[in-house]
């Protein structure tokens, strides 16, 4: 049974860092397609980082790029999401996902297993 299980949300003042984390069971991590998505209050569930490639390129969202950083931890079949210099806009419900078929869109659509969230709130 494919399993995602977020954790590492919370509150946090702006410009501050959080580190998310996904770990992942009943299939291999690195060999599905994997990212994070985010949905804010009234908003559509967008792509934030992926991974698009099996080399481990990977795609950033212009509005967290150099500030969000994805990394996989094969061994602990676990993804991240480390989160810098957070800001207001960035709060929301994270996801991460996973789907067998590899892709290098990072859109929900495409995505077929979904974690259950994890809250983030940027927050002075």
């Known amino acids: 049974q494919v399993q995602l299980v977020e954790s590492g949300g919370g509150l946090v003042q702006p410009g501050g860092s959080l580190r998310l984390s996904c770990a992942a069971s009943g299939f291999t991590l690195d060999r599905y397609a994997t990212g994070w998505f985010r949905q804010a209050p009234g908003k559509e569930r967008e792509g934030v980082s992926c991974f698009t490639s099996s080399s481990g390129s990977t795609y950033y969202a212009d509005s967290v790029k150099g500030r969000f950083t994805i990394s996989r931890d094969n061994a602990k079949n676990t993804v991240y999401l480390h989160m810098d210099s957070l800001k207001p806009e960035d709060t929301a419900v994270y996801y991460c996902?996973?789907?067998?078929?590899?892709?290098?869109?990072?859109?929900?659509?495409?995505?077929?297993?979904w974690g259950q969230g994890t809250q983030v709130t940027v927050s002075s």
């Open positions: 996902a996973a789907d067998p078929d590899r892709t290098s869109l990072c859109e929900p659509g495409v995505y077929t297993y």
